[in-house]
Nanobody
Framework: VQLQASGGGGLVQAGGSLRLSCAAS????????MGWFRQAPGKEREFVAT????????YYADSVKGRFTISRDNAKTTVYLQMNSLKPEDTAVYYC?????????????????WGQGTLVTVSS
């Protein structure tokens, strides 16, 4: 599975919105649990959101709950992260990741494939 994240790269003001996309290769995309992680400068990579292969189950980090929404379109083999009410502390490189398994996971170690990351910068 190859992952290509996009949608970042610009500057967003606090309170604004941004949608990230992650296009995946592979014919079994619907069997892969997907996740978004982020890494801020000088910090460790942290979990943001995850979604099961069927979209039936999602799970969010407390820091983004109520502001971010993860979704997927299996026909387009793409997963999305809609980010609303952005805060300066959301500034980070955002990575999408895929599992070999159908279900959600929030641990870095549970993911098998990683995209290259896309930078999100939120100004105050």
């Amino acid at each position: 599975v190859q992952l290509q994240a996009s949608g970042g790269g610009g500057l967003v003001q606090a309170g604004g919105s941004l949608r990230l996309s992650c296009a995946a290769s592979g014919r079994t995309f619907g069997n892969n649990g997907m996740g978004w992680f982020r890494q801020a400068p000088g910090k460790e990579r942290e979990f943001v959101a995850t979604i099961s292969g069927s979209s039936r189950t999602t799970y969010y980090a407390d820091s983004v709950k109520g502001r971010f929404t993860i979704s997927r379109d299996n026909a387009k083999t793409t997963v999305y992260l809609q980010m609303n009410s952005l805060k300066p502390e959301d500034t980070a490189v955002y990575y999408c990741a895929a599992r070999k398994y159908l279900y959600i996971a929030y641990s870095y170690a549970d993911y098998d494939y990683w995209g290259q990351g896309t930078l999100v910068t939120v100004s105050s």
